[in-house]
């Protein structure tokens, strides 16, 4: 059977949801592997072993849904407040007094029927992860603040739908949206890693029909160096120094799964690989003048074309990563194991992590005369990886770190990571007492594809203090956005799983860059419709995390062949008048009102009323009732 049968045969391979392929492709022939580079890629990789997510119907019918006429709405709320309180709607800013156990008031005409109710005299809940409202952000999608660093290292647009290639967004355009994030009750922000990515692109999608490069963050290359394309060390200092000014902690993007796949353009640069035998030169059988990278693939032929032209057998390849730091399935590398933690996620190199043998320094960093990394006796790769990346946190303040692709690596090496963090964390609050907001430790959470509501071991042995929530999205949005009271069983359920153990917590979310944008799958588009989930979602207990553009209906972009790349459309910015205007205004309200309340997310919930529906959360002296009066007519 030939390679290229083969590789075909593994195209039709598929991860995570079916349809989303990536660039290695290891092909069975005379009991070897090849290394096939160049089907697609979506950045943030993972495999599911807990069984399918199913997607929720995505019905918005509310006909059951109780409908309120826009009169004053009375409720007892004697199990929250006392009589003689004065009592505020945080929404619409309405104050009263409780008598014989009881309010009444009208919810504001754009509050969607809601009433947030509080003790006019509470003050705001000091910060806790436990009530953690997060705003995860796609750094390069977001703002660009240096036209400058739009084209680092070569990169450039590919003049087409600009699917896979960096647009433009960086560090200094974060900090300049840094109030618009903390307008929406926003405590913590998670951002992509600003480490250095590959360089170069590779095919994307299952066709092949864009380039793909490393703009989310994904495709480490040095986790010692600034990517130039995010912008400098000192960029990113004064965004952390400037997110902690508004009480915002910064939570960054890391992998020690995998670094990056080998491009043309690291190739050549970094000098690893090898080119198939030829009497012509590199460029001449590329068809390009000078860099590798300007490849462009013969008519009929598509972005991964590209592999036929590389010698996957050839010695060379060990000047790249090396065998002593990952599995790679060509020369001179181990192939990759069956085990979650040895296995190739997605056809990427997989780091040795659990090894106990000394690495020294990747290869190819002897070409790399930016490189920071410094070579240690007797370090091992984990260690090296631990050491990198808990620097980010001692030098510049980082609060914590959001875990990529958690179960591919061993619990120990995620123990190994939060103790560093800890330590580097509590180095850099003691060297700059100005600057910190609080004492509190270095804080994680992790992706564990498919993981819900459960305690695993994640949270003991990994000593992760949160885990992503995949089952809100799935299971339970749908029917809250439907009718706000149809969240009454997903408020109670959440409440006692995690409200009921200080060690537990997880952070659940409404869209994500590896599913889908609820207000386009789940919402159809329709802002008066989306705009519903918003207060159930925002009013969760745990912790919650915002995508960019959630509070403003981000539209689904481009995708070419691999759909999640619509999920990482540009900020819509210049969108946000009218309807979208009013919208944003909604997300802040209750993401306020969250925030000044740390009993929304850490607190006991109990329904106190069922017409109109009403429910309490209380955490020591801290207590909020919110009433839904129903569906505006």
Same mark, same amino acid.
């Given at each position: 059977m030939s390679k290229e049968v083969i590789s075909l045969l593994f195209l039709n391979l598929?991860?995570?949801?079916?349809?989303?392929?990536?660039?290695?492709?290891?092909?069975?022939?005379?009991?070897?592997?090849?290394?096939?580079?160049?089907a697609c890629a979506t950045g943030d990789v993972d495999t599911a072993t807990t069984g399918p997510i199913v997607a929720s119907s995505g019905s918005v019918s509310q006909a059951q849904c109780s409908r309120w006429n826009g009169e004053?709405?009375?409720?007892?709320?004697?199990?929250?407040?006392? !009589?003689?309180?004065?009592?505020?709607d945080f929404y619409s800013g309405q104050e009263t007094t409780v008598r014989n156990g009881k309010v009444a008031l009208t919810p504001a005409a754009d509050s969607e029927g809601l009433l947030l109710l509080e003790r006019v !005299?509470?003050?705001?809940?000091?910060?806790?992860?436990?009530?953690?409202?997060?705003?995860?952000?796609?750094?390069?999608?977001?703002?660009?603040?240096?036209?400058?660093?739009?084209?680092?290292?070569?990169?450039?647009?590919?003049?087409?739908?600009?699917?896979?290639?960096?647009?433009?967004?960086?560090?200094?355009?974060?900090?300049?949206?840094?109030?618009?994030?903390?307008?929406?009750?926003?405590?913590?922000?998670?951002?992509?890693?600003p480490y250095e990515q590959v360089h170069g692109w590779t095919g994307g999608g299952i066709r092949g029909?864009?380039?793909?490069?490393?703009?989310?963050?994904?495709?480490?290359?040095?986790?010692?160096?600034?990517?130039?394309?995010?912008?400098?060390?000192?960029?990113?200092?004064?965004?952390?120094?400037?997110?902690?000014?508004?009480?915002?902690?910064v939570v960054m993007d890391i992998v020690m799964n995998h670094p990056g796949y080998a491009t043309l353009q690291d190739m050549q640069e970094f000098k690893f690989g090898k080119m198939r035998a030829t009497v012509k030169s590199t460029e001449e059988v590329l068809g390009v003048e000078e860099h590798w990278t300007d490849w462009e693939p013969p008519k009929g032929k598509n972005y991964h074309y590209f592999n036929r032209y590389i010698n996957y057998e050839s010695s060379e390849w060990g000047n790249w990563w090396g065998q002593a730091w990952v599995r790679a399935g060509i020369a001179g590398y181990d192939s990759p194991g069956e085990s979650e933690q040895k296995m190739s996620l997605a056809y990427l190199p997989d780091f040795k992590t659990e090894s106990s043998n000394e690495?020294?320094?990747?290869?190819?960093?002897?070409?790399?005369? !930016?490189?920071?990394?410094?070579?240690?006796?007797?370090?091992?790769?984990?260690?090296?990886?631990?050491?990198?990346?808990?620097?980010?946190?001692?030098?510049?303040?980082?609060?914590?770190?959001?875990?990529d692709t958690a179960k591919h690596v061993e619990m120990d090496a995620w123990a190994e990571l939060k103790d560093a963090g800890v330590a580097a964390l509590a180095e850099w609050k003691a060297n700059n007492p100005d600057k910190k907001l609080d004492d509190l430790p270095f804080w994680t959470t992790g992706e564990v594809w498919g993981h819900g509501v459960?305690?695993?071991?994640?949270?003991?042995?990994?000593?992760?203090?949160?885990?992503?929530?995949?089952?809100?999205?799935?299971?339970?949005?749908?029917?809250?956005?439907?009718?706000?009271?149809?969240?009454?069983?997903?408020?109670?359920?959440?409440?006692?799983?995690?409200?009921?153990?200080?060690?537990?917590?997880?952070?659940?979310?409404?869209?994500?860059?590896?599913?889908?944008l609820f207000f386009h799958k789940d919402a159809k588009s329709d802002l008066s419709t989306y705009k519903r989930i918003a207060a159930p979602f925002l009013l969760l207990p745990g912790a919650v995390q915002v995508y960019y553009g959630d509070e403003t209906a981000r539209p689904f972009g481009v995708t070419g062949s691999d759909k999640h790349q619509g999920t990482r459309s540009d900020m819509n910015w210049d969108q946000i008048v009218d309807e979208r205007a009013e919208l944003l205004a909604h997300w802040q309200k209750v993401g306020q009102f969250r925030k000044r309340h740390y009993a929304i997310g850490a607190g006991s919930h109990e329904q106190i009323s069922d017409a109109p529906y009403a429910f309490a959360r209380y955490a020591g002296d801290d207590a909020v009732v919110v009433v839904f009066a129903g569906q505006p007519e």
């Open positions: 598929s991860y995570r949801d079916m349809d989303m392929k990536h660039p290695f492709h290891y092909a069975a022939m005379a009991s070897a592997l090849t290394l096939m580079l160049g004053e709405v009375s409720v007892n709320v004697s199990k929250a407040f006392s !009589d003689g309180e004065l009592i505020r !005299d509470s003050k705001e809940s000091s910060f806790s992860w436990d009530n953690a409202n997060v705003y995860f952000v796609i750094t390069d999608r977001f703002e660009n603040g240096d036209p400058s660093n739009d084209n680092s290292y070569g990169r450039k647009p590919d003049g087409a739908n600009e699917i896979g290639t960096f647009h433009g967004g960086d560090l200094k355009g974060l900090t300049s949206k840094l109030d618009h994030i903390a307008s929406l009750g926003t405590n913590a922000i998670w951002v992509t890693a029909d864009f380039k793909h490069y490393a703009y989310h963050g994904y495709y480490a290359m040095d986790y010692t160096t600034m990517d130039a394309n995010m912008g400098t060390e000192e960029d990113f200092r004064t965004f952390v120094d400037a997110a902690h000014e508004r009480g915002i902690r690495s020294g320094l990747p290869n190819f960093y002897k070409n790399k005369p !930016d490189t920071k990394a410094v070579e240690i006796p007797g370090y091992t790769v984990r260690q090296y990886l631990v050491k990198w990346l808990s620097d980010w946190v001692r030098e510049y303040g980082v609060d914590g770190f959001r875990i459960t305690k695993s071991g994640y949270f003991s042995h990994g000593k992760f203090d949160s885990i992503i929530n995949f089952t809100y999205q799935t299971e339970d949005a749908d029917k809250a956005m439907r009718c706000f009271s149809n969240a009454e069983s997903t408020f109670q359920r959440y409440a006692n799983k995690v409200n009921s153990d200080t060690q537990f917590n997880v952070l659940s979310y409404l869209s994500s860059h590896d599913t889908r």
